[in-house]
């Protein structure tokens, strides 16, 4: 049996309930469950690791809780090529697409290694002052810069080192595929399939709406350098990290050579999955 990593939404009770039943199934069959000292401490049969050591000591994530949860076990792995299998214990959830029903039949299934897995393309960012590189980071959904407060902003923008606009916006949202589906589709961003390999420059409440969300190829870098005599601006990444940044700052952004690897529901589509988010029509038209 596997390695199993785990991490838990711990302020719901019914993803503890759930935690401790498939740790308690993998350890029934010989496996193994770790995860940090807070839920080692609520979990009988999950043991300890110190966060930096889990992507070392297990084969398979599990995240129980919602989309927040999974960016937080994404970003635990730090691009290490470990499948991860999310469950949904929310409302809404666009990566963690598997229910609970669904959970013990995949396990068995992982148990035999006959599982679906599916890359999804991840962000490198970089902020670049006066020439030095003081932060680098990587997202799986979104990397967003706005102003702390409701004014307009602006914000450079070259992509492949070409100068493609100067935003005056409430910020603006470089977007993964994956990520299509969170901020970027309230700033009126398109949807893409998950697995295309591209990026989305979305601008939030352009001051010229005629600056439209613009998709581009993944081998294309973003760089958006903060404009003279500006303050208060933020770095966003995955709604998770805040990063300051100053007047002159240099944002870089790039696919990044790692990618994360979410398993699938076999039978479950990605349109199943935004039918059931975006409460679409349900059934289809019969002629």
């Known amino acids: 049996m596997k390695r199993f990593g785990m991490v838990i939404k711990a302020s719901n009770p019914d993803a503890l309930t759930l935690g401790s039943e498939i740790a308690e199934w993998v350890v029934a069959r010989k496996g193994e469950v770790y995860a940090d000292e807070a839920l080692s401490g609520m979990i009988r049969s999950v043991k300890f690791v110190q966060p930096e050591k889990l992507p070392e000591s297990i084969d398979i994530m599990i995240v129980l809780g919602g989309d927040g949860t999974m960016l937080h076990a994404t970003r635990l792995l730090d691009g290490k090529k470990i499948p991860i299998l999310g469950v949904n214990m929310g409302s809404l959830g666009f990566l963690t697409a598997i229910t609970i029903k669904e959970v013990f039949p995949l396990l068995e299934r992982i148990a035999k290694e006959d599982i679906i897995i599916e890359e999804r393309m991840i962000l490198s960012v970089a902020v670049i ?24 902003i602006r914000l450079e923008t070259r992509i492949n080192k070409e100068y493609m606009n100067t935003y005056r916006a409430d910020g603006l949202i470089i977007a993964t595929p994956t990520g299509s589906t969170a901020y970027s589709l309230s700033a009126n961003g398109p949807i893409l399939y998950p697995t295309i390999h591209s990026i989305i420059v979305s601008p939030i409440c352009p001051f010229n709406l005629t600056n439209r969300p613009v998709v581009i190829p993944d081998w294309m ?20 990290v805040d990063v300051s940044l100053r007047s002159g700052d240099l944002v870089k952004i790039k696919r990044a050579e790692a990618s994360a690897y979410l398993i699938k529901y076999e039978g479950k589509s990605y349109f199943d999955i935004l039918r059931e988010r975006l409460m679409w029509e349900v059934k289809p038209v019969r002629n």
């Open 129 to 152: 002052r006066h020439g030095e590189t003081i932060s680098t980071h990587k997202v799986l959904n979104d990397a967003v810069i706005k102003g702390e407060n409701a004014r307009l």
């Open 221 to 240: 870098s973003v760089d958006v350098t903060v404009s003279p005599d500006q303050s208060n601006i933020e770095l966003i990444l995955d709604g998770q």
